[in-house]
C-alpha cells in the first residue's frame, strides 16, 4: 500500500479555468463539438487544495490544458506558491492576456519559469495556427516582459518556449530558435501534434513527413547550441519509419497504440531509452537506467486538478471518470483511494485499462508509437 511520503514527491497541474480566447487549429477548443465552460476555481477551493497539496509538490504548473491568464485567482494562486516554498512552480500561457500587473506579481513572487507558446516564426504561420491571435501583439508582450524584468532588475522569471511541431511550421523551427534566443528565452520545447479526430489537420503530423522533421529538427539543435538555448525536442524517426495513419486518427484498440511501451518496437527505440528520454523531459531528477520498472509514472507522482475541484490522474485521462472530488474529500482520501489504488495495481501489473492502452502522452515524443501522433476520443467505462 502506497503511503504519504513526508517530502516533495508530487508534480500537481491546476486549471483554474477551461477557457481559452484562441482556436488553435490542433487544439480540442477548437473542436466543433467543445464547448467552454464558465466555471472558475474560487478562492476557498484554491485555498484548499493548497494547503493539502503545495507543501508536498516539488513543481507546480498553475496551467493544463486552458490559458491561466483567464483565470481571475491567478494571481492568489501565485502567492500561495510562495508562501508554501514551492521549489518549482510555472505555468504556460499563450501571452495574448499578458498585462504589466500580472507581469509584476510573477516577479514579486519570484516565478522561477514562464513557458509561452508559439507554433510559428512567422507573422503568417503564426496567425495561421494559433487563431484569431495577431502576431505583432503576440510579439509585442516579449517586449512587455522584459521591459518589467529590466524594471526590477530579476533574472527570474527565466523564459521557456513551447513549439508544437507539424508540418505547416517544421521548417521554421531553426528559425524560431533565433528569433526567441534573441528575446531573452532560455529553454525551448518541441512537441509533436497529436491528431484528433474532427479538426481536419490530419495532414499536418509530421508521421506523414519523417525524413523532413529529423533535418529540421537536427538543423534546430545545431542553433540552439550556437545560440546558448536548451532544447528538449522528440527523438529521431527511425530511418524505415512508415507512417500507418490512413483515417482521421489511429484506432484505439484493446491492445492499443501505448502496447509499444512495454515492449521493443524493431527499428525503433527500446523502452528504457524512451523513458530515460522522457525522465528528462519531466525535469525528473533520476540517472539513466537500464530497467524501468513500471511503464507510467503518473499516478505515483502526478495530481490533475479541474477548475471545479474534480481530480485525473494524468493531463489526458480520456475517460468520463474522475478520481476525486477537492469540494468533498481530502487529498488523502483522494490519493489512497480505490480508483487510484486500482489503477497502480493495473499499471504495475501491465493489465492496461483501454484509456491507458491507446495512451498518447506515454508515447508522446516517442515517433516509432503511433499512439504518439493521436489524440483519444473519449471512452465510456
Known amino acids: 500500500m502506497p503511503r504519504l511520503l ?30 467552454e465552460s464558465g466555471v ?22 498553475l496551467s493544463s490544458s486552458a490559458e491561466p491568464l483567464m483565470a481571475t485567482e491567478l494571481p492568489r ?57 495577431k502576431w505583432e501583439k503576440f510579439v509585442g508582450k516579449f517586449d512587455l516582459i522584459a521591459e518589467e524584468k529590466a524594471k526590477s532588475g530579476s533574472h527570474f522569471p527565466q523564459l521557456s518556449v513551447t513549439f508544437v511541431l507539424m ?12 528569433f526567441v534566443a534573441a528575446r531573452g528565452v532560455k529553454f525551448v520545447n518541441f512537441a509533436h501534434m497529436g491528431v484528433m479526430g474532427g479538426l481536419g489537420v490530419e495532414d499536418e503530423t509530421l508521421s506523414k513527413a519523417p525524413a523532413l522533421s529529423n533535418q529540421k529538427i537536427a538543423e534546430a539543435h545545431s542553433v540552439a547550441r550556437e545560440v546558448g538555448v536548451t532544447l528538449m525536442a522528440p527523438l529521431p524517426f527511425p530511418t524505415d519509419f512508415v507512417a500507418r495513419m490512413d483515417g482521421e486518427d489511429v484506432a484505439s484498440s484493446e491492445e492499443g497504440g501505448g502496447q509499444a511501451l512495454v515492449k521493443t518496437s524493431e527499428g525503433g527505440f527500446s523502452v528504457d531509452e524512451f523513458l530515460d528520454h522522457k525522465n528528462l523531459e519531466f525535469n525528473l ?10 511503464p507510467c509514472y503518473f499516478p505515483w507522482r502526478y495530481l490533475h486538478v479541474n477548475p471545479d475541484g474534480t481530480v485525473f490522474p494524468c493531463g489526458h485521462w480520456f475517460e468520463f471518470t474522475t478520481f476525486g472530488d477537492f469540494k468533498q474529500q481530502s487529498f488523502r482520501e483522494i490519493w489512497l483511494g480505490d480508483q487510484f489504488m486500482e489503477l497502480r495495481r493495473q499499471l504495475r501489473t501491465l493489465e492496461l485499462r483501454k484509456t491507458c492502452a491507446n495512451c498518447s502522452v506515454s508515447g508522446m515524443g516517442r515517433p516509432d508509437v503511433l499512439a504518439s501522433f493521436s489524440r483519444r476520443e473519449k471512452l465510456h467505462v
Open 6 to 35: 513526508h517530502k516533495r514527491f508530487l508534480r500537481l497541474k491546476l486549471d483554474m479555468v477551461n477557457k481559452c480566447q484562441l482556436r488553435c487549429i490542433m487544439c480540442h477548443f477548437a473542436h466543433p463539438d467543445f464547448v
Open 285 to 294: 531528477q533520476v540517472s539513466p537506467r537500464e530497467g524501468h520498472r513500471r
Open 40 to 61: 472558475q476555481m474560487d478562492r476557498p477551493l484554491l485555498e484548499k487544495v493548497a494547503r493539502e497539496t503545495f507543501p508536498i509538490s516539488h513543481d507546480v504548473v
Open 167 to 178: 508540418r505547416r511550421n517544421i521548417e521554421e523551427a531553426p528559425d524560431l530558435i533565433r
Open 77 to 133: 494562486a501565485l502567492e500561495l506558491c510562495r508562501e508554501y516554498e514551492v521549489p518549482s512552480f510555472h505555468f504556460s500561457t499563450n501571452a495574448m492576456s499578458m498585462t504589466r500587473e500580472i507581469m509584476q506579481k510573477v516577479i514579486e513572487v519570484q516565478m522561477p519559469l514562464l513557458t509561452i507558446s508559439m507554433d510559428g516564426a512567422t507573422k503568417k504561420t503564426f496567425e495561421d495556427v494559433r487563431r484569431p491571435a
